[in-house]
């Protein structure tokens, strides 16, 4: 039973994008389990860079099925414009599937979603205004539109005429109007049920067929473990389950489905919008990662906030997923500073704390415990070097930098990326992923 999570460790932006898609080449399916379009996966293949929101990493590799779960909520314009900047490359959605049990975004869920971001004033939680929480309550709520709605529209129209008023009293109570009527609404749910019916199936059959017939299933993560909607820095997180405990619902899979969790990992630590971050850097050290990292967010733009690697964070996300290697990413940005620091516990009002917490007001005092380790130089770790002769040809410090990580996070470090391209990447595992 050949199949893999890979995982974000942090805040997202590790660049869990180019590390599916470098795994992709050994997969028959790439499976997409959570979130929507506030999530952002950019994938470099040659010249072409790869801006995707929705769609699976997979959808780049050329006969590997893509599958969009049931744990996603799909905002149909970006899904729409993302294929058709996929058939502008020469590619097809052929490879595609689409979960019939995924709920809708709708016009009102972005309306509610700006409104009530406002509404917090200062206390905001940084949303990206793409409507995915006010989605996800529906879907608890049982007031969702789901997408197998959309190939019905008897079914569909009774379910607009309950939600539909609803939506509309709470849309009024913010002082704004409904973007669409319901009749409009309509015409145009049922426009996009035809533009993807071809795609619309039931993927949980098709994932656990593929694992039964020994295919070889990847399951993608997105955000990261820190923006968990129960494990992470509440209520300054995303509305969905981030971790690989989300796979089985978000999926339709058994536990017993999912074989190793590789935990993308970025060198240092970023995050964007509000919430704790312990080991932010508010210095020439955080412009340097800002600016090197280009860490600016691939949904919404903002820069990202930068400090040093945190493993605390790192071995909560360790052991909420399971995880069972570490792929390290943009270990290259860290060149050129004379010293490197890990923050290996937190002191907390005089006591020292090395798992972390779920209390805001404890993360507000909590002060990083590092380790500081000597740096290195890009000219010591010319890329061309990296790629020709692999781990060998890493600086000394940069090794003895990843030999902490790996004995702090109590996993090894199978991957190695350098950059965004596909062939930027040493492979440190001793057998493919292949059967």
């Known amino acids: 039973m050949p199949t893999l999570a890979v995982i974000g460790s942090q805040w997202g932006d590790e660049g869990k994008g180019k590390i599916t898609d470098y795994l992709a080449e050994d997969a028959d399916l790439v499976v997409r389990f959570q ?22 990493s997979g959808i780049i590799r050329d006969g590997v099925l893509s599958v969009i779960g049931n744990g996603l909520v799909i905002d149909l314009e970006e899904l729409r414009s993302e294929l058709e900047m996929l058939h502008k ?19 009102y869920h972005r309306t509610l979603d700006g409104a009530e971001e406002r509404a917090r004033g200062a206390k905001g939680v940084g949303t990206t205004g793409r409507g995915i929480g006010p989605c996800y309550a529906d879907k608890v709520a049982r007031a969702g539109i789901r997408m197998g709605d959309l190939l019905d529209e008897v079914y569909l129209w009774e379910r607009l005429d309950t939600v539909y008023p609803q939506k509309e009293r709470l849309v009024q109570s913010f002082g704004m109007k409904m973007e669409q009527e319901k009749a409009s609404l309509l015409r145009t749910l049922l426009e996009y049920g035809n533009l993807f019916r071809p795609y619309i199936t039931d993927t949980s059959v098709l ?25 992470g820095t509440y209520p300054y997180v995303t509305s969905s389950n981030c971790t690989a405990g989300a796979i089985c619902t978000g999926a339709g899979v058994p536990p017993s489905a999912v074989q190793d969790v590789i ?22 050290v955080g412009l340097h990662l800002q600016n090197v990292g280009g860490e600016f967010g691939t949904t919404t733009g903002r820069p990202r906030r930068c400090g040093w690697l945190d493993m605390v964070v790192v071995r909560h996300a360790v052991r909420l997923n399971g995880m069972t290697s570490i792929a390290m990413t943009k270990l290259d940005v860290l ?13 907390i009002d005089g006591q020292i704390v090395d798992t972390y917490p779920g209390s805001l007001a404890m993360l ?3 002060k990083p415990i590092y380790e500081e380790m000597e740096g290195w130089t890009s000219a010591s770790c010319k890329a061309s070097d990296i790629m020709r002769k692999g781990y060998a040809a890493l600086p000394k410090n940069m090794r003895k930098y990843l030999d902490f990580i790996t004995t702090n996070a109590g996993v090894p470090i199978d991957i190695i990326s350098f950059g965004k391209g596909r062939d930027e990447t040493i492979d440190l595992r001793k057998r493919r992923w292949r059967i």
């Open 35 to 56: 979130g929507g379009a506030n999530a952002g996966h950019t994938i470099k293949v040659g010249n072409e860079v790869f801006a995707l929101h929705l769609l699976p």
């Open 89 to 107: 490359t020469g590619r097809t959605a052929e490879m595609l599937r689409i979960s019939d049990r995924a709920n809708v975004v709708l016009p």
């Open 207 to 231: 994932i656990n067929d593929a694992i039964r017939d020994g295919k070889r299933v990847m399951f993608e993560g997105a955000q990261g473990t820190m923006l968990d909607i129960d494990y």
């Open 263 to 284: 935990g993308v990992t970025k060198a240092y630590t970023t995050r964007v919008g509000a919430g704790p971050f312990v080991t932010e850097l508010h210095d020439a």
């Open 335 to 347: 060149s050129d500073l004379p010293a490197v620091k890990v923050c290996v516990a937190y002191d």
């Open 364 to 366: 507000a005092k909590a």
